[in-house]
């Protein structure tokens, strides 16, 4: 069964830092994009960053850019999400997910296969 099991999420102080991990497993991911959104209370599902499982290349949302790092082990068939600097807007549950478009262009829509969320949360 294809899946993408979310963990590291938690509690943490403004101006900390958390890192997430994705465990892929089911299939390969080889070919396809691999992406962090997130969904705040209320709020619609946001693309946070993506990175190509063939070459390593990223793309951030404007909003995280210069505080995050995705990353991936393709070993491990793990994806991470290293989070620095966290403000409490950033409090969400972050999902990973998977597609086959292009690396740049985020459409929800056409994602795979989804993840179930792991929350993170930002105190002031």
């Known amino acids: 069964q294809v899946q993408l099991v979310e963990s590291g999420g938690g509690l943490v102080q403004a101006g900390g830092s958390l890192r997430l991990s994705c465990a892929a497993s089911?299939?390969?991911?080889?070919?396809?994009?691999m992406r962090w959104f997130r969904q705040a209370p209320g709020k619609e599902r946001e693309f946070v960053a993506a990175i190509s499982w063939s070459t390593g290349f990223t793309y951030y949302a404007d909003s995280v850019k210069g505080r995050f790092i995705i990353s991936r082990d393709n070993a491990k068939n793990t994806v991470y999400l290293q989070m620095n600097s966290l403000k409490p807007e950033d409090t969400a549950v972050y999902f990973c997910a998977a597609d086959k478009v292009p690396l740049t262009t985020v459409v929800a829509g056409r994602v795979a296969y989804w993840g179930q969320g792991t929350q993170v949360t930002v105190s002031s």
């Open positions: 089911g299939r390969t991911f080889s070919g396809y994009v």
